[in-house]
DNA sequence: GCTGTGATCGCCT
DNA sequence: GGCGATCACAGCA
């Protein structure tokens, strides 16, 4: 295995979901794409999805299946899953293996292949340009952005080629707010927990 | 900036 | 058959 200098460390993914979540704002997602294209951005908004007990969490009661098993995976694999018949959204699994805990990446600051980026996010012909900060603002635009699919489903953020998540910048706590989850329509008490991290402050 | 609505399909009942 | 850990766009402020 090769280790890169930077890399987050196994550790690190080794903690709940709430203290990854609110460590990840600040770091660097790198992606490489088959052709070698590079691709990069610091992590601006996080949510935690604590474990089973957690309604909103797609193995709340323990289900487990073909879709979420990567939850269950050791901590720092990526789960990808797909959602509203056309999104993928990305996730790293963290705590320990057999606990489906994990944290969702909902929107990074694009500093490394915009150009890129903005084709990846023009497939099909739009009304308005894409400014900078709308090309990766949202779980599944960063998706798209970083061209993250199935396929990235259960690589492993330590090992993998393809995707990697380093050191960033520092971004102090008091730039961090803390808020309810987006898009949790019916998880009872846990629809207004504050599980949500995200900065408004761009690093670049 | 905000709010409402249609798109689109894998997964579950 | 119903519903998403969402998005783009229209209309309005």
């Known amino acids: 295995m ?13 903690r709940s979901a709430e203290r990854v979540a609110k460590d ?7 992606r490489t ?19 089973p007990e957690d309604r909103a969490s797609h193995a709340f009661g323990g289900h487990r299946s073909q879709r979420n098993e990567s939850m269950w995976a050791p901590p720092g694999t990526v789960y990808v899953y797909f959602t509203y018949g056309m999104h993928h959204c990305l996730n790293v699994s963290c705590l320990r293996q057999d606990h489906p805990a994990a944290v969702l990446i909902r929107a990074v600051f694009p500093i490394l292949g915009l150009k890129t980026m903005r084709t ?4 099909r012909p739009r009304k308005h340009a ?21 396929s990235l489903d259960g690589v492993n953020l330590l090992q ?5 998540i380093r050191q960033g910048v520092a971004i102090k706590g008091g730039e961090i707010q803390c808020t309810p989850r987006i898009g949790i329509g019916t998880a009872g008490d846990w629809v207004g927990k ?11």
């Open 33 to 51: 794409l088959e052709d070698g294209t590079r691709l990069a951005g610091y992590i601006a908004e996080t949510e935690a999805y604590v474990g």
């Open 194 to 204: 504050p599980l949500r991290w995200v900065t408004r402050v761009d690093p670049r």
């Open 130 to 150: 894409l400014k900078d900060r709308h090309l990766c603002d949202g779980p599944g635009k960063l998706c798209q952005a970083f061209a993250i699919d199935r």
């Open 24 to 30: 990840l704002i600040g770091c660097l997602l790198e």
């Open 160 to 164: 993998s080629s393809q995707i990697a």
């Open 120 to 123: 990846l996010r023009t497939k």
């Open 2 to 14: 090769h280790r890169h200098q930077n890399h987050l460390t196994q550790s690190f993914y080794e």
